[in-house]
Nanobody, 124 residues
Framework: QVQLVESGGGLVQAGGSLRLSCAAS????????VGWFRQAPGKEREFVAA????????YYADSAKGRFTISRDNAKRTVYLQMNSLLPEDTAVYYC?????????????????WGQGTQVTVSS
């Protein structure tokens, strides 16, 4: 089993940047694809980005393309989400999740390990 802990959230002004981290313990993170999701107040959780276990391929939601970059360092057991040009509508709790299928999944149900989330607030 792998356990996930997110960090790096906070309050930032529109146009600013944040880098979220998803640190893994337990089973090696290199065995999993990892996705980032977010949930804004009053809204359903939505897919943001995903990366395969090798880091060779990644996939982004349209809202993240060109602004967010997902990456991973398996030696450090950490996956990152670099978020640039942040908008107020990016305000949400951000979750990382692990999937042992090594696919780029956008569906929540494909992920069976979740972190507790980290709050990102973008002020206008």
């Amino acid at each position: 089993q792998v356990q996930l802990v997110e960090s790096g959230g906070g309050l930032v002004q529109a146009g600013g940047s944040l880098r979220l981290s998803c640190a893994a313990s337990g089973r090696a993170l290199s065995s999993y694809s990892v996705g980032w999701f977010r949930q804004a107040p009053g809204k359903e959780r939505e897919f943001v980005a995903a990366i395969m276990w090798s880091g060779s391929r990644s996939y982004y939601a349209d809202s993240a393309k060109g602004r967010f970059t997902i990456s991973r360092d398996n030696a450090k057991r950490t996956v990152y989400l670099q978020m640039n040009s942040l908008l107020p509508e990016d305000t949400a709790v951000y979750y990382c999740a692990a999937d042992d299928s090594n696919r780029l999944e956008v569906r929540e149900v494909a992920y069976d390990r979740w972190g507790q989330g980290t709050q990102v607030t973008v002020s206008s």
